[in-house]
């Protein structure tokens, strides 16, 4: 009897009032894709790479074709090889001039100068300038190899390297192609041919007269010496603002190759002078040639949003 009555009194209770909120929302989940299948895969993150390190394919801003611009090296220099050591010897030499040639008051300057010594340093200068090219770029390459992972050094530096040897081969090959056909076909006499035997210090005589019997004796204008130098260095140079890192070593490194290769190349230049190999207008045409084509080839192969300087 008092099991009934309780289970008849919880009945007429109701259920129990509750006092928390009322409107609180079930969790939901995901709608599910209309097709079946796997669901698609997820785009791949981008590793994050570590400060200072770059990838190899954003290697050196400076680029190259290499098959291209192989090409064209070889195009350009093959024929000063051949011109130089085959064809100029046997073309016919023009007649030694009787008098003395009607000089400006700056080429005048030029006039009764003869020193072979002078002219073999000049010889060594242009080799160095032409051997400084890549080895520069050697150390710069292995600098900034360091930038990548350590796995892909080897690659990095190898690109850029053989890239910025490729560029200055061809800056020289270039400039060498124009000034030698130039000399041909401007035919100048040099400042020496002026000159008699009696003229020169006896030890000298006997090169005065291989000289004048030699076929270069009428290719004073433009200077190749002068060209050479200047194309090598400031393709260098090029090279080097391009591709430099906004770092205060890589300006140093910037400033010193601009400086002391134009000091080399201009040096050259004046002894070609002070040797009686050229007259100063032959200097400073060989030396626009090889600044400009030095400057304007490693511009050319810049990737174009970078052609701007920092």
């Known amino acids: 009897m008092t099991a009934a009555a309780l289970v008849l009194a919880l009945a007429l209770a109701g259920p129990r009032d509750y006092d928390g909120p009322t409107d609180v929302a079930a969790p939901t989940l995901p709608d599910r894709p209309a097709t079946l299948g796997p669901p698609a895969p997820r785009p791949a993150a981008s590793r994050p790479v570590a400060h200072g390190r770059r990838p190899v394919a954003d290697f050196g801003r400076v680029r190259a074709r290499w ?17 130089n050591r085959w064809v100029g010897p046997q073309l016919s030499r023009p007649a030694l001039p009787t008098d003395p040639p009607e000089l400006g008051r ?56 053989g890239t910025a040897v490729l560029v200055e081969a061809e800056a020289v090959a270039i400039a060498g192609l124009v000034t030698n056909v130039m000399k041909h076909a401007i035919g100048r006499p040099r ?23 030699a076929a270069g004796r009428s290719h ?22 391009l591709d430099a890192p906004p770092t205060r070593r890589a300006k140093v490194v910037i400033a010193l190759a601009w400086s002391l290769g134009l000091l080399t190349a201009g040096t050259t230049a004046a002894l070609r002078v002070v040797a009686g190999k050229h ?32």
């Open 67 to 83: 098959a291209l611009d192989a090409s064209i090296t070889a195009g350009a220099g093959i024929p000063v090889l051949v011109l």
């Open 106 to 161: 700056v080429d005048a300057i030029a006039s009764g100068r003869y020193d072979p010594r002078v002219s073999t340093a000049t010889d060594v200068m242009v080799a160095v300038a032409l051997a400084a090219a890549p080895l520069v770029s050697l150390v710069d390459g292995h600098w900034a190899a360091q930038s990548v992972g350590t796995s892909s050094r080897r690659r990095a530096f190898a690109k850029k390297w």
């Open 191 to 213: 400042p020496y041919t002026t000159l008699a035997e009696a003229d020169v210090a006896a030890r000298d005589r006997d090169e005065l007269a291989h000289d004048l019997r």
């Open 220 to 241: 004073s204008f433009p200077s190749g010496h002068s060209t050479l130098a200047f194309a090598a260095v400031t393709s260098l140079a090029t090279i080097l603002t």
């Open 279 to 310: 007259y100063p207008s032959d200097i400073v045409a060989g030396s626009a040639i090889g600044a400009a084509v030095g400057v304007a080839t490693p511009l050319l192969h810049a990737r174009r949003r970078l052609w701007r300087f920092r």
